[in-house]
């Protein structure tokens, strides 16, 4: 299994992946937990979590609910 984020706009267009990929959901999410913060100065608006090709949940928005 390889653990990797879709980083997505708003309107679910893919603008990337997560730089590397995880053995484990909980080293993903993690990662995830640590960086956030600049993928949203990055433009991206939701995540995707992905075990291999298969959607595991999201999209989950990385902006504060209003």
Do not use: I
């Not at 706009?9 to 960086?35: C, H, I, P, Y």
């Not at 949203?40 to 902006?63: A, F, I, N």
């Amino acid at each position: 299994m390889a653990w990797s984020w879709r980083l997505e706009k708003a309107d679910g267009r893919s603008v990337g992946m997560s730089e590397e990929t995880f053995s484990t959901q909980a080293d993903a999410e993690t990662w995830l937990g640590e960086n956030w913060r600049a993928l949203r100065e990055d433009k991206v608006d939701q995540v995707t979590l992905l075990d291999d090709e298969r959607v595991v949940y999201g999209p989950m928005s990385l902006h504060e609910a209003q």
